[in-house]
């Protein structure tokens, strides 16, 4: 049987970050984009290694507080876009892609000279054009994200989640400025 990264996720009750974790490691077998879970399964038991802790469980995570599927997600991203202000301090805008990466299980790094890093489903994501500043980056950053989004909505439109309100709205496009 083959699942969404999502799905397996919630199987095992463990972060998308984790799967991703270990996926990175070896650990999940992979058919395109989808886990096979039978042959994760069937690994996992051959090895007879026990279910690493994990202080990542969906239910230590309570501010996702949404229940929705994918496509819900994406809906709920393109309706709030347009509708908060750009962050204009440096602490906001970091903020706001810590928030926006974490909801899609991508773990972020902060360059110098105003460069963002994004790592997730393992591929590194550099942002360091020299023509942006820390806002011009984070904005091509939330791009990216927001197409992860959209194309995992696409994909697997009907595969629920846990989703927080605050990662929804981080999510979304930032108003135009005047």
Not at 101 to 114: I, P, Q
Request: glycine share 6%; with cysteine.
């Amino acid at each position: 049987m083959l699942m969404s990264k999502a799905a397996y996720a919630k199987h095992c009750g463990v972060s998308r970050q984790t799967i991703y974790d270990r996926i990175e490691r070896g650990e999940i077998v992979v058919s395109g984009s989808k886990i096979d879970v039978e042959a994760t399964e069937g690994r996992r038991s051959t090895k007879q290694q026990p279910e690493p802790k994990n202080d990542n469980a969906i239910g230590s995570w309570p501010h996702r507080t949404l229940e929705m599927t994918w496509r819900e997600a994406w809906a709920a991203v393109k309706a709030a876009s347009g509708k908060n202000k750009p962050p204009t301090t440096e602490e906001e805008i970091r903020g706001a892609i810590v928030c926006a990466a974490e909801e899609l299980g991508y773990d972020v790094e902060f360059l110098e000279n105003d460069g963002i890093l994004l790592i997730g489903n393992c591929v590194l994501h550099y942002f360091t054009e020299e023509s942006h500043d820390l806002k011009g980056n984070a904005w091509l950053a939330l791009f990216l994200l927001r197409m992860d989004l959209c194309a995992t909505a696409e994909s697997d439109p009907d595969c629920k989640d846990d989703w927080s309100p605050a990662g929804i709205q981080a999510l979304a496009e930032w108003a135009k400025e005047d």
